[in-house]
């Protein structure tokens, strides 16, 4: 079949980030045998057009559009960045081919989602496998039962099925970053997927499940090596803790330094089971930055968001990386349930003291659908049982909603004056 993909840029955050997502399922669906193209679009500007054309040219049989984004997560002033693929939805519907929605975005949302873009079809969670299944069903006609991991409208899903070991699934050509970046682009990589860790705000285990599933250190140092000789450097681990499990992530950095690459990475890390031997390896290796998601410096609020490491893990694992000349962006996430204007100001001193190379500290926790977070914003009245979340809906402890987003002001600009 003739498949056309889009991943359309929403320009959200600091950096656009390289459409890896997209990029794995086009690799899995050309292995299946289908002529396919991939259409990564780096700004909203040049969508509409860009579209047009490429469905004139190709005339594709189905299209498939990866939804990263929903929203930026920003209580003070949310973007919702669906609109933006709903426009691009408008411009696919000049083709009659069937839209076939997925990421991980729409998979936090399967089904408010497909109802908001009036797409066709989507599929929840890793497209390697479902989504040239769904191709082989599209093309029976649509005899026998959908493959896994499929919603229709109105329709009850199909059960979804998860890789168990990420090597069976192909890899993107290394080449195509070259015509979606740069050879000094920071080229995402992934030896990972799923958290079992279970932070009372998060949707990873929607989009990823709940078990750590790996490529073999030994399958990924190959596909870094060929990432290598195409020129490419720099890398960003998108796993969600790269430290989980310690060994293999130890493994992984043995094979790194081994392959003698000379890399430059970015990492994220769960400032819990990190010791000297795995920072050693990892500056070896050539991480050389790492986002440390503590969010909070107030012990009761870690418990509460069920962060398995307390302050002085933090304060331990943040002088491991200083010393070894790995720098450290924390990240604080203020107002969770049982936050206090004392706990707001304890953990702002707590993350001054850590003497980062950078902090974001954000305000208000985004909903996302069956986490504790909801059942608990529910139970206190903040939003209704029938919410579907997909406008984004946030949680700020009742007694800060007029102070904190005041005093966090204050404090950036309090910050920006001292610059
Ligand atoms: C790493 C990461 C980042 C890094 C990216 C670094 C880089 N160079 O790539 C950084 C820190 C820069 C980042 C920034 C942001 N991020 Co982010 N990020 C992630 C994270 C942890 C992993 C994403 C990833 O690369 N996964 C690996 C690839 C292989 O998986 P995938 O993209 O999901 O693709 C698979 C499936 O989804 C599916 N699939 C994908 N496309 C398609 C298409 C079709 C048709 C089909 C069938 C299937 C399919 O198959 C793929 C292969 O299995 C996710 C959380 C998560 N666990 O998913 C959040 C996540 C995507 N980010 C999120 C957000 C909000 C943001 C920001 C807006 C935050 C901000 N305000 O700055 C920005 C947006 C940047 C931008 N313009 O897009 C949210 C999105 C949900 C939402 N509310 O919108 C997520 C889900 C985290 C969360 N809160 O739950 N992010
Ligand atoms: S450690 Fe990160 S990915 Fe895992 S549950 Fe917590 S916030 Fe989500």
């Given amino acids: 079949m003739r498949v056309l993909f889009i991943s359309a840029a929403d320009e959200a955050g600091a950096m656009t980030p390289l459409p890896l997502g997209a990029a794995c399922v086009v690799a899995a669906t050309e292995k299946a045998g289908h002529e396919v193209q991939l259409l990564a679009l780096p700004s909203k500007a040049e969508s509409e057009g860009r579209i047009r054309e490429t469905i004139e040219q190709l005339r594709p049989e189905v299209i ?43 998979s936090i949302f399967p089904e408010s989602a497909l109802a908001y873009l009036g797409a066709d079809m989507g599929v929840q969670g890793e497209g390697e496998v479902a989504f040239p299944a769904l191709l082989s ?23 979804r099925v998860f890789a168990a070991s990420l090597d069976a699934l192909p890899l993107p050509e290394p080449l ?33 499940g709940r078990p750590v599933r790996r490529r073999s250190p030994a399958a990924f140092v190959r596909w870094l090596t060929e990432l290598r000789q195409c020129g490419f450097c720099d890398f960003y681990f998108v796993d969600n803790t790269f430290n989980v499990p310690p060994a293999y992530a130890k493994e992984l950095c043995r094979k790194i330094i081994a392959a ?18 795995l920072v050693e390896l990892m500056a070896k290796a050539g991480c050389t930055q790492v986002s440390l998601g503590f969010e909070s410096g107030s012990e009761p609020v870690l418990q509460q968001l069920n962060k398995r490491f307390d302050c002085a893990d933090v304060t331990t694992i943040a002088a491991m990386f200083r010393d070894a000349g790995i720098k450290r962006h924390g990240f604080l996430l203020l107002g969770a ?29 985004r909903i996302y659908p069956q986490t504790p977070i909801a059942r608990m914003a529910v139970a ?5 049982p029938d919410d579907d979340l997909l406008f984004p809906r946030f949680y700020l402890a009742p007694a800060l909603r007029d102070w904190l987003p005041a005093r966090v002001a204050e404090r950036d600009s309090q910050q920006q004056t001292s610059e």
Avoid at 261 to 276: S, T
């Fill in 337 to 365: 349930p049982g936050e206090t204007r004392d706990s707001v100001e304890e953990s702002l001193a707590f993350a001054d003291g850590l003497c980062l190379d950078a902090l974001k500290v954000t305000v208000g926790l």
């Fill in 137 to 159: 069903w599209i093309e029976r006609r649509k005899q026998g039962p959908a493959p896994p991991a499929v919603y229709l409208p109105a329709k009850l899903p199909t059960p």
């Fill in 380 to 384: 206190e009245g903040l939003i209704s």
């Fill in 176 to 208: 195509l970053w070259l015509q979606t970046g740069d050879a000094a682009t920071r080229i995402p990589v992934q030896s990972r997927r799923g958290c079992p860790l279970d932070c009372i705000y998060c949707s990873t285990s929607i989009i990823e």
């Fill in 64 to 106: 498939g559009v990866s939804v990263r984004n929903i929203d930026d997560q920003n209580m003070n002033s949310p973007q919702f960045l669906l609109a933006h693929i709903k426009n691009v939805m408008t411009v696919c519907r000049t083709s009659p081919a069937p839209v076939v929605l997925g990421g991980a975005g729409y």
């Fill in 260 to 277: 003698e690459l000379g890399l430059d990475w970015w990492a994220i890390v769960y400032p819990k089971w990190v010791d000297p031997e």
